[in-house]
């Protein structure tokens, strides 16, 4: 357990024989580490600070009563105090900014466009802030000094603080928690005022399903979800920036665990729209039996390959980044396509250049 930020003030020592828990900060202590990063929001949100307030910073506000100082992770990416607060302003940042470069609603009419952006943009920005929101109920118990466990159900972690008049409060993280990011629906109704579900949901019946399934984790393969595309790529970007800015002070990270649903989904799509990934066909890549299902792996490159097409990624072998050892033995590192950087070629590439 990492220890407070504030351990030094309170008096506790930086190398504390016992867990010093987290202190129970006001909310105004919570946010003022983040203003730099609100700024940029706000800029990138390009309303005047009366509607800002208005529209997002409640959404930040309740995001941050209901973490508080919680980490995302025990021992891997944003896992000091404050990690998962950060995390989603982050991911929510980085999705908003990429909204300037996608068009919602592709098939509406220019005045329904214009009429749904707004709606879109606050929606890509509600999922990135809440798209690890499903850990707080899944992956730790928070309890106090008497030992009084946090109904994560119920209410946010701040609220509960207050209620119980607690200075400190402790993470016992669960062991092998499964990732159910659907949990994640049941917290949101803390954080996201209702008010403002409605809004997004006036005349329209595309922004709040898409929004709910970016959140879930649910895919949608009849429609584009281009929300959850931003997301899941904003969080991918921010994840491999803490780990490769943390590699140098905590040691050798857990590069690509965080990439795991990323394969598991494009997985999910190819089975669903590829006729050599239907089981138990003749030269099928699945195969279902009574011992559970089976793939044809001996291929494993052209597979990967395809599922890089399939979530529009693009692989490199530059490091450091995020690799997949779990496919091979031989390092790839993964990153969104529209973050590639020019110049960068294959060794093939190179050599058909040379020769010309």
Known sequence: MAPST????????????????????????????????????????GADRATFERELMPLIDGYARFVHL??????????????????????????LQGTDAHIFSGRATISERRELEPRWRIATFIGGLCCELHRTLTHLIVTTADGEEWPAFLGGLAPWL?????????????????????????????????????????????????????????????????????VRRSMALVVDRNLLASADRYGKPQYGSHLERYLVDALRRLAAGHSTWTPNRDKSRVWLGPEGVFLVWPGQRRMRCRCWKATNWSVSRNRPRPCWSCCSRRRYSWRPASTAKPGISSRRERRRRSKQ
């Open 162 to 230: 207050e209620q119980r008049a607690a200075n400190r409060y402790f993470v016992r993280w669960r062991a092998n928690a499964r990732e159910s990011r659907g949990v994640g629906l049941f917290a949101l109704v803390h954080v996201v005022p209702a008010e403002m579900l409605q809004m997004l949901g006036d005349g329209n019946t595309q922004v709040v399903p898409q929004l709910l399934a970016s959140i879930a984790g649910v895919p949608q393969y009849r429609e584009h979800n281009v929300l959850d595309e931003l």
């Open 6 to 45: 504030s351990s030094s003030s309170s008096g506790a020592p930086p190398f504390a024989s016992s867990d010093p828990g987290f202190e129970a900060l006001p909310m105004a202590a919570v946010i003022a580490g983040h203003q730099a990063l609100l700024g940029r929001i706000k800029l990138c949100f």
């Open 70 to 95: 919680l980490p995302a992770t025990a021992d891997n990416y944003f896992h000091t105090p404050g990690g998962l607060l950060q995390l989603g302003l982050e991911t929510a940042f980085f999705s």
